[in-house]
């Protein structure tokens, strides 16, 4: 039900989009987060667009680089990842919440109900 897709090489400094296709779920009621786990580490999340206000929330070292979207009659939800680092390398994850949280919500701290199979983002030069 979710399909992520557009992990690459990329060097530091450069840019990604990543795209989660979500089928069979309606966007306007579930809550969509974007993980990542690099080898050897945690799976953590990165950011997440809670329902029913569509707001987003991200991870301190992710802030100001990288924005969560939805797109515009479509059930995709995109993760565009500017001024990327080494340290995001990581398979890349979006997962799918059914409860939904009114206001401000703390990240790392929901539970999803399904996932996607990963894609993988590698920053090297």
């Known amino acids: 039900q979710l399909v992520e897709s557009g992990g690459g090489l990329v060097q530091p400094g450069g840019s990604l989009t990543l795209s989660c296709v979500v089928s069979n779920l309606n966007l306007d009621y579930w809550t969509i987060g974007w993980f990542r786990q690099a080898p050897g580490k945690k799976r953590e999340e990165v950011s997440c667009?809670?329902?029913?206000?569509?707001?987003?929330t991200y991870e301190d070292s992710v802030k100001d680089r990288f924005t969560m979207s939805r797109g515009n009659g479509e059930n995709v939800v995109y993760l565009q990842m500017n001024n990327l680092k080494p340290e995001d390398t990581a398979v890349y994850y979006c997962a799918a919440d059914q409860r939904q949280y009114p206001g401000p919500v703390h990240i790392g701290t929901l539970e999803y109900d399904y996932w996607g199979q990963g894609t993988q983002v590698t920053v090297s030069s």
């Open positions: 667009m809670s329902s029913p206000d569509g707001m987003r």
